[in-house]
């Protein structure tokens, strides 16, 4: 194997079009077995030697991003931690969603430190600036933080595609959650109310289903 493959790594998408492939095979090549095909494709359209070196390959492509301590792994892309035996699937199907999420999206929302600063800062901004426009602004602040906390956790689950946009969520968020009257009015005036949108208190979105 050349050296460029091991560098390439082989993305979420290289793996959905290679088995995608395979799967036309059967007309071409009906008498080879499926892992067969898998290998034909790899080997003619990705330059691997085989299937399993795909697979190895993507992999890594993962697991380059986890860092472990004994039985926990922590990853610095998906932002989960797991136990590296127990949660490995469970790790790499969330870590799949997100790439394939982002590829979409083009957006990583704000996660971790990032996110906790937005949030510190929109919080004191909603409570002590001293005109209406400010605690305006801190408020959507606010929301902003809770929707990157909300869309996030809808691109590692896979319901990302039904997450309202943040103009939607700031109208569903105001009335799901304390806003002092004039800061209300304001966003209301601006945003429109989705009553019911969200349950009183929860600033995650679900999918209703
Ligand atoms: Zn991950």
């Not at 996660?111 to 901004?125: A, C, F, I, N, T």
């Amino acid at each position: 194997m050349s050296e460029e493959t091991t560098m390439s790594g082989f993305s979420f998408f290289d793996m959905r079009e290679l088995k995608a492939r395979a799967e036309t095979c059967a007309e071409t090549h009906p008498t080879l077995t499926h892992a067969q095909r898998l290998s034909l494709v790899a080997r003619r359209d990705f330059g691997l030697p085989c299937f399993v070196e795909a697979r190895r390959l993507r992999e890594q492509d993962i697991m380059q991003h986890v860092e472990s301590d004994g039985d926990v792994g922590k990853c610095s892309f998906c932002h989960f931690t797991f136990r590296l035996r127990e949660e490995r699937a469970w790790h790499v199907t969330r870590h799949e969603r997100l790439e394939e999420a982002l590829h979409y999206l083009h957006h990583m929302p704000l996660v971790g430190e990032q996110l906790k600063r937005l949030m510190d800062s929109s919080w004191s901004q909603a409570q002590d600036a001293p005109t209406l426009e400010g605690r305006v602004a801190g408020y959507l602040g606010v929301f902003r933080a809770w929707y990157d906390r909300s869309i996030f956790g809808s691109m590692c689950d896979g319901t990302w595609r039904e997450h309202p946009d943040f103009p939607m969520y700031v109208s569903m968020i105001i009335t799901a959650t304390d806003v002092p009257h004039d800061v209300l009015d304001r966003l209301a005036s601006l945003y429109g109310r989705r009553p019911g949108s969200l349950r009183w208190g929860e600033s995650r979105w679900q999918e209703v289903g």
